[in-house]
């Protein structure tokens, strides 16, 4: 593996104005390249404040951070902008371009992309999330899913090292969500993306390599799936649950049936309960 | 008090080319006292149904029976200020509705609007802002300066402060994370059986309709697809991926197994009933090596 | 209730839909300036008939183009009213106190109507052919010289698109806040007018809250995508002046020759 984390955060504080507790305190944390990484946490716990930081949205008032191994500062912030692509919550509000193909092609235009050139990469990103029939359309038109994909055909178009997706599903309904879960598994198999996925949903965290819980503003803990979704109380304090699949698992085991003792995600759970088939 | 639709068409911007329907031949009993989920894809005229609740929008034929007053095309906005206080709804992201200086006016609002003094209004502020959680210490302060879970407990406040007979929740819980939505479904859930209160409950999470709903009505382009009990709407998975409709959590799984030949006689909706069904299929602990 | 700002565009694609934005635009200027210079019939008529063209040819109905007259009658009939019974002339046919209707005053109100009437049509003909959009981008074009005089252009033109792409969003929060100040006893549309503008408060608080948290959501959401400001940019929209445009300017230079001569 790589040894230079894509994104290193050492000691960060930042409170927001009038704040009685800081947002974020003492945090650290590396990510390294080409995972998927969900920072997972309550709202309210710190989790977007910290995203923010990553691309000097948000200054921390102590505390630095480095991207690719190079501190962030006033020289480099526009450059890491450009690597570094984030998909809000809010499908309408972010949503600059007045079509389809116009918001994708913002980004590029910001940094002076040619226009042969965005023309290209448009269609490129706009095939990759399946949106390439609705160019010419308008936002109002969309559904929130959509407008999602809009926004991370946004990102790819720029040829991002990191892509964000900071809440991305939590406003849409089961089917934007799934639409956009299934995009980012795509994207892991085909591009070589750090995708840092920011979010309260243990389904989608479960899909991701490495999770880091947050809490207060602080790093309460960081782990596989497996060893964070071990520790039902643990993220039950935090205000978040298991995956269903480690609640049967456990509730399984509880009452005697002989279940590995790690974390399963759906399809391992089915696959050892039909080794345990009575029938066999 | 009971809702009745009799044979309820609703069509958005009559007389135009961009005429849509949004409800076709609706017939249904709201029971009083029930707690009744209505499902559907987005789009499905959920939202609309939703709307004719209390009559803020009227059908364009047939009639909605709210209980002894009966609204139809022709009903007078005058007539429908009494059935507005009996009939509360909480919009998707209530919040958004909030506007008074302290939070102790914004939920008193609602009861002045319909006729409560300065002082009763007050009242029945302080007592819904403690039933909803809302300390003491919030009261005076700006609706703004809450935290998001804080600003959607008030604005549902605001709302039950009109001490409806009927509460009409439109995806309460959205955004929520999952602590936060269990304390708000938990508070529903305790006015519904302290009060009494019917619950019509509009949701994608359905997990929610199985713990808590009695009735789940399936909307589908506008027209009733199905009505029954959780346990009878949820019980073919092929009928309900062929509407596009979300399983509860345990279907996903449920479906998994079935594919690798475990038998359901019935279809476990939460989990203690697929651990039930599950544990005699399986071969104890002790027999595994 | 989405005909604000622009009017409402009506999807398709005539030749009049397909000439360039920054075309219609100037046509509608010169159009509305020949309208104010002349009076006399015959020119009226000849305008009357070029309008008529292009409503044919874009294809849209002529109710949607009756409709477009709608907001603006209530102006129009005051204005002619005015005209009508205010101009004082020779030939009176009908006195009371001191309104009259004189010969003048019936030529100067029907001057008025025919003037408000074609204008109308013309840039009504504009709004239900061109996408807001589009009449965005043209105006950009057209103010681009400001440039010299240091006027931020493209910042105004972002700022114009961003406008006009958040007019449904906030048309759609505002029928979204209503309802739910409705549901909460508010009658926005009974009562004194004090207690109407009263009610204007519930609704008028919270859609400023929501747009502050648009403005905040957009602004971050830009930022995060490399946006300083209108320099260094490159351009994804451009618009194509055509054989066409060329050509449906030449015929209108020469229509506008014949009839100011």
Known sequence: ?280 | MDITFEHVNYTYQPNSPLATLGLKDINLKFTSGSYVAIIGQTGSGKSTLLQHLNALLRPSSGRVLIGDQAVMTTTKNKELHDLRRSVGLVFQFPESQLFEETVLKDVAFAPKNFGKSEAEATEIARDTLRLVGIDESLEDKMPFDLSGGQMRRVAIAGVLAMQPEVLVLDEPTAGLDPLGRQQIMQLFQRIHEERGITIILVTHQMDDVVAYADQAVVMSHGEIAKVGTPAEVFADLDWLTAHNLELPSTGRLVQRLQQKGFKFTRMPLTVNELLADLEPQLKRGSQLG | MDNLIFGRYYPGNSFVHRLDPRLKLIINIMFIVLIFLLNNWYDYLILGVVVLTGVVLSGVSIRFFIKGLRPMLLLILFTVALQLFFTTGKTVYWQWGWLAISQEGLINASYIAVRFLLIIFMSTLLTLTTQPLEIADGLEYLIRPLKMIKFPVNDVALMLSIALRFVPKLMDETTKIMNAQRARGVDFNNGSILKRVKALIPLLIPLMMSSLDIATDLTTAMISRGYRDGEGRSRFRVLKWRRRDSLTLLFFVVIAAVVII
């Open chain 1, 1 to 280: 593996m790589n040894s230079t984390p894509i994104i290193d955060v050492k000691n960060v504080t930042y409170s927001y104005p009038y704040a009685e507790q800081p947002a974020l305190n003492q945090i650290s944390l590396q990510i390294m390249p080409d995972q998927w990484i969900a920072i997972v946490g309550h709202n309210g716990s710190g989790k977007s404040t910290l995203a923010k930081t990553f691309n000097g949205l948000i200054e921390p008032q102590s505390g630095e951070i480095y991207f690719n191994g190079e501190l962030l500062s006033e020289e480099t912030i526009w450059d890491v902008r450009r690597q570094l692509g984030i998909v809000f919550q809010n499908p309408d509000n972010q949503f600059v371009g007045a079509t389809v193909a116009d918001d994708v092609a913002f980004g590029m235009e910001n940094n002076g992309v040619p226009r042969e050139k965005m023309l290209v990469r448009v269609e490129e990103a706009l095939k990759q999330v399946r949106m390439w029939d609705y160019r010419h359309q308008e936002p109002a038109r969309l559904s929130g899913g959509q407008k999602q994909r809009v926004e991370l055909a946004g990102v790819l178009a720029q040829r991002p090292k990191v892509i964000i997706l900071d809440e991305a599903t939590s406003m849409l309904d089961p089917q934007g969500r799934s639409e956009i879960i299934e995009l980012m598994m795509q994207l892991r198999e085909q591009g070589d993306f750090t995708i840092i996925s920011i979010t309260h949903d243990v389904d989608e965290a479960a899909l991701a390599d490495q999770i880091v819980l947050i809490d207060s503003g602080e790093l309460i803990t960081q782990g596989t799936p497996s060893e964070i979704f071990t520790q039902a109380e643990r993220l039950h304090e935090h205000g978040l649950i298991v995956p269903l699949s480690e609640q049967v698992r456990t509730d399984l085991v509880a009452a005697g049936v002989g279940l590995p003792d790690k974390y399963l995600d759906e399809t391992q759970l089915v696959d050892e309960l039909w080794t345990l088939h009575s029938n066999m």
